[in-house]
């Protein structure tokens, strides 16, 4: 019956019939099928700080968590993250009641989105985006705005053109969805770019939710600067934060959202309909992982610069256009450089031709020719894993 019912009505609601299977699910069954090095999709291939790992074990072992915790999430993850944001960026936040703990930042997007939204409202996000984005907005029933960030190749990074964010805002604008560190480019948002968008949100009186769970992701001169610390955000601004990509262990899935107490309850109302709660065990960990010292992130940090460059190298010598990341664990790339302009054929056939998988950038845009010759790499992996990839790449060059 081809996916349709007896009276050919089809199966899936229209808001969702452009998504199908996620594009990570793809090329992560493609790994698998070819025994191929998957950096594709954006985990690490070793877990995180052994304290952390043992906080959950006693916790499921002390029978914290084992049953429902609190809808909110556990009290002493609320306060960490709390804490957490004060220590970091000055952000003050009541963890009872501005703090709201998520099955990851997948669902805390979700259900802020969910929460926040009417039908026929317009959101403006920064393009290439992460696909949850879109299909939260259609679950909405919104509409996305698209605003591209331009590849700079003098500069080998990504860039927010200011003019287009303000010429893209209508009346119906209602929120702008802003991601910075950036995934996929690894862009990271200046000072001066923030302050441009924290003015048009004021002026336009509109919401903003801003994705940062790279935050502790940043290289170089790179800044992270929270959205909500600028003058007249935080009362307009919902924050989204992750464990998985700051302690690496992205199956945990503990995410949180800050913000007023009037958009936390909002959110919450949503979330509780999604998966009321989640990772019971785990939430007691991630608030010690929160209290780690000022040397992890450091640290942590650090590694993820050093792979980023042994990457980087490798794909350069492979012969791709590499564009530096200044955040988040990820390597943009074109293919140009090959005579290729197809990236998710280049995708699809990378495998069988080095034995390595990568993400085509053109499902993170609504114009897939806006990406048409940029895929992604990453470089979340332990040094022989990306050696390996390298030696591999370079077969291309040949």
């Not at 069954?29 to 954006?42: C, D, E, F, P, V």
């Not at 769970?213 to 001169?221: A, I, K, T």
């Not at 010759?373 to 979340?380: A, L």
Request: hydrophobic share 40%; glycine share 8%; charged share 25%.
């Amino acid at each position: 019956m081809n996916g349709m019912t007896s009276s050919s009505r089809p199966l899936l609601n229209r808001r969702l019939a452009e998504f199908g299977t996620t594009i990570f699910a793809e090329m992560s069954a493609l790994a698998a099928a070819t025994g191929s090095i998957n950096l594709g999709q954006g985990f690490p291939d070793t877990d995180g700080p052994e304290e952390v790992r043992e906080a959950a074990v006693r916790a499921l072992r002390d029978g914290r968590g084992n049953q429902y915790p609190p809808g909110p999430g556990v009290p002493e993850l609320r306060t960490a993250i709390a804490a957490h944001q004060a220590r970091r960026y000055g952000l003050s936040y009541d963890p009872d009641t501005e703090v709201l703990v998520t099955a990851g930042a997948t669902e805390a997007i979700a259900a802020t989105l969910l929460a926040l939204l009417e039908p026929g409202d317009e959101v403006v996000a920064l393009e290439p985006y992460y696909d949850s984005y879109a299909a939260c907005i259609a679950m909405a029933g919104a509409t996305r705005v698209p605003v591209t960030l331009r590849p700079d190749p003098e500069h080998a990074r990504f860039r927010l053109d200011l003019d287009e964010l303000r010429d893209a805002l209508t009346d119906r604008t209602r929120l702008l969805l802003i991601n910075t560190p950036h995934n996929p480019t690894g862009t990271v948002l200046t000072r001066e770019e923030l302050t441009a968008i924290a003015a048009l949100a004021v002026e336009r009186d509109l919401l903003v939710v801003t994705d940062e769970v790279y935050e502790h992701l940043v290289f170089d001169e790179a800044e992270h600067i929270p959205l909500a610390t600028l003058p007249g955000m935080r009362e307009r601004t919902v924050t989204i934060g992750s464990a998985g990509k700051t302690f690496s262990f992205t199956g945990w899935k503990v995410g949180w959202v800050t913000s007023t107490q009037e958009l936390v309850t909002a959110a919450r109302t949503a979330k509780q309909y999604l998966t009321y709660v989640s990772a019971g065990p785990f939430q007691y960990a991630i608030a010690e992982a929160l209290r780690l010292p000022d040397a992890y992130f450091d640290n942590f940090r650090a590694d993820l610069r050093r792979k980023r460059d042994l990457l980087g190298d490798g794909l350069r010598a492979a012969g791709f256009e590499v564009y530096q990341p200044q955040g988040t664990y990820f390597i943009t790339t074109d293919i140009t450089p090959f005579g290729e302009k197809d990236a998710y054929a280049f995708c699809r056939a990378l495998p069988e031709r080095c034995g390595v998988v990568a993400i085509p950038n053109s499902v993170f845009y609504d114009d897939p020719d806006a990406g048409r010759s940029q895929i992604r790499f990453t470089f979340c992996k332990s040094d022989d894993v990306l050696h390996e990839a390298a030696s591999r790449l370079r077969r291309l060059a040949f």
